[in-house]
């Protein structure tokens, strides 16, 4: 089980991501006011407000641009930037089929692979 209460599908999904750039400023915000309670365990309602969000202010690039998207845009930017596939899948969340030894270079290799595409 999650420090936050939830209960995680798959053990390789648990992660640290560190936020930069767009990311960071806006998770502040975030907290500084308050925090989004609203969206506590309700990822399907958070992701339905983006999805419209982004419809309404014309900023998908393609009809079948999601918020999901984003994980694909991480993933093409993170390859394109010849960020180590082990790198790449504890960012995401994903499967790393070798095995796993040590840390992966832990929160500093994060951060230091997202900064080379942070917005």
């Known amino acids: 089980m999650a420090p936050h209460g939830r209960e995680l599908k798959q053990r390789h999904t648990a992660r640290e991501v560190p936020l930069l750039g ?17 969206y506590w365990h309700k990822a399907t309602s958070w992701s339905n407000l983006v999805n419209k969000y982004l419809e309404t202010n014309g900023l998908k690039e393609t009809p079948a641009h ?25 960012i995401l969340g994903h499967k790393y089929k070798r095995p796993v030894y040590g840390s992966g270079g832990g929160l500093a290799l994060r951060h230091q692979a997202l900064a080379e595409i942070a917005l």
Do not use: C, F, P, W
């Open 66 to 90: 999601t918020a999901y998207s984003l994980r694909h845009y991480v993933e093409d930017a993170l390859l394109t930037a010849g960020i180590d596939d082990r790198v790449r899948a504890d």
């Open 22 to 38: 767009v990311s960071l400023a806006a998770a502040q915000r975030i907290v500084a006011r308050g925090g989004i309670q609203r």
